[in-house]
């Protein structure tokens, strides 16, 4: 901003601006859409200066169409150096050619802008040969997708797998899962006798069952494949191991356990049905033998405690893991839920801008302050109070024409918003060239570029607000990345310039009414007034 207050002065309104070796030309200032207008520049330079002319894609709104090579005068030892553009654009309006760099050596020099008006081409419909009315065809939908149904999505899925989980049958232990070995043989033969599977005539299903609750008891404490070994490996293999761990049983219960076996056997496979009676004490000397080994059972070694209790804090984790993912899944679901009901009834927007935040709404919803600011004192709201600028001391030269100047503003260049208000009082009898669009754009656009500002397109037109009269620029540029919109009003009234410059970082929003930056815009610059001076009154001498 620094730059563009003080180079309006500098450019067109108080120094004649140096005769610089440089001219600007284009062959007409008007011209249909699509149109080429050839833009001349003229250098004068000596046969050892080095001159470079510029070569861009477009001379701010004008879009560059061609290139023309470099024609060459020779005058005495001088040369006049003249390069040659085509540009066009095509939209209608009226557009600035703004003032380009050309290099000299180590010197940078500037052309002059040019206006150039850009008309639509005009039809003679009295005169326009008549066609039949066309065909209907089918037009693509090019309207944006709606998303609302990815909200419901959102929402649904959460509360599904909050059902599922509530509904689904947990897995569960049996209570014969958590009975230790013994236990477990006592309270399988308790279940057996419940069958009555003798009384039925069910010999098989019986010895089936007796026999697997012998295999099991032995496989979990003595032997780990009595399940899976026949009847001749369980009995040599069982004998084999409990000699090595010192394990004795009585002989009787050696022969009990083989006779039951084999005798199982023979049901299973032969089809043998024994009578009620020798089942009965089968099932009786089956207690005495599980009895009998878990009596003649090693006492458990330290480590195969800390095994044991190891496993068990284990599982314990392992329950305690479960319990706090289900839990944790519930909350998830919870917040899912609540989310998705607060977007549904607040809109994602104003979700977004809540969480995220969103300045210029910030801007535009608190309570405006309105003040005046320097002197001319200029009235305006904004969304806070505007700080004394450091640019607020003008250049030696300007002091024969400005008796007092001052600039305000809020927020830095790059913000999303920024506000200047300056105001410059002319001393008594300053002359001053004539305020229009011409004598300013140049100013104006390379002010802005000093600043920072690439890629400018600009607008202007005649501006009357509230009985004054002015200049109004407007348009966008580029800074640092990011794409702003601004508008500069410059007045001049009572015996002095006032400027306000309005920036804000470009909206990118469908609704109209989220533009934010463009709303704060319109307000402040609707609500601008310049006071009155009153000049006292020259008494007359009686």
């Known amino acids: 901003m620094k730059h563009l207050i003080h180079i309006i002065f500098f450019g067109c309104l108080f120094i004649a601006q140096a005769q610089q070796p440089v001219q600007t030309v284009v062959d007409r200032n008007e011209i249909l859409m699509g149109e080429e207008v050839k833009l001349g520049i003229t250098v004068e330079a000596a046969t050892s200066d ?20 470099v024609d060459t005068i020779r005058e005495n030892d001088r040369l006049k150096l003249f390069k040659e553009y085509g540009i066009t654009q095509w939209d209608s309006g009226d557009y600035y050619v703004p003032r ?19 008309r639509e081409v005009q039809v003679d419909t009295a005169k326009q040969k008549m066609f039949d009315i066309k065909p209907a065809i089918d037009i693509p939908d090019t309207r944006p997708t709606d998303w609302s149904w990815l909200w419901w999505l959102l929402l649904l899925i959460p509360v599904g797998i909050l059902v599922y989980l509530l509904s689904r049958k947990r897995e569960k232990k049996t209570y014969e899962e958590t009975l230790q070995p013994y236990e477990w043989t006592r309270y399988r033969l308790g279940k057996l006798d419940e069958k ?38 369980l009995l040599g293999e069982l004998k084999t191991v409990m000699a090595e761990r010192g394990m004795n049983i009585t002989a009787t219960t050696e022969t009990r356990l083989k006779e039951i076996l084999e005798r199982a056997d023979l049901v299973k496979f032969a089809g043998v049905a024994p009578d009620a009676i020798t089942a009965k ?14 009596q003649v059972l090693p006492p458990p070694t330290e480590e195969e405690l800390m095994m044991d209790a190891k496993y068990r804090r284990k599982q ?13 899944g519930i909350g998830v679901i919870a917040i899912a839920a609540a989310i998705g009901t607060w ?36 009235v305006i709201s904004t969304p806070d109070v505007l700080v004394r ?14 008796g007092a100047f001052d600039n305000f503003r809020l927020g830095e260049s790059g913000d999303k918003l920024s506000i200047n208000v300056a105001t410059f009082l002319f001393k008594e009898g300053a002359q001053v060239n004539e305020l229009t669009a011409q004598n300013l754009i140049g100013p104006v656009t390379s002010g802005l570029e000093k600043d920072g500002a690439t890629n400018i397109i600009m607008l202007d037109k005649e501006l009357e607000h509230k009985g004054m009269k002015g200049i109004e620029f407007s348009g966008n540029f580029e800074y640092e990345g990011n794409k702003y919109d601004y508008d500069y009003w410059i007045f001049n009234e009572n015996s002095g310039m006032q400027q306000v410059f309005v920036t804000y970082l470009q909206d990118d929003e469908e609704d109209k009414s989220r533009e934010y930056g463009r709303l704060i815009k319109e307000r402040i610059l609707e609500s601008v007034e310049i006071a009155k001076i009153e000049k006292p009154k020259k008494q007359s001498g009686k």
Do not use: C
């Open 50 to 69: 080095l001159v470079i002319f510029p070569e861009q894609a477009k001379f701010g709104a004008m879009e560059v169409i061609e290139s023309y090579p």
């Open 100 to 118: 380009l760099q050309i290099l000299k050596n180590d010197l940078q020099l500037q052309s002059d802008s040019i206006l150039v008006k850009v």
């Open 196 to 233: 009555q599977l003798i009384e039925n005539k069910r010999a098989k299903e019986y010895y089936t069952e007796l026999t697997y609750i012998i295999r099991k008891y032995i496989d979990s404490k003595v032997y780990g494949h009595a399940l899976e070994s026949t009847t001749g490996q």
């Open 281 to 294: 004490e089968d099932r009786l000397h089956t207690t005495d033998i599980i009895y009998n080994i878990h």
């Open 316 to 328: 314990e984790l392992k329950a305690r893991g479960k319990k706090i993912a289900i839990g944790a």
């Open 343 to 378: 977007v549904y009834f607040e809109g994602k927007d104003n979700v977004k801008d809540i969480v995220l935040g969103n300045e210029l709404r910030e801007y535009y919803e608190q309570d405006w302050l309105r003040s005046g600011y320097g002197i001319p004192e200029v």
């Open 389 to 402: 600028g450091d640019e607020d001391k003008l250049p030696p030269e300007l002091d024969s024409y400005i």
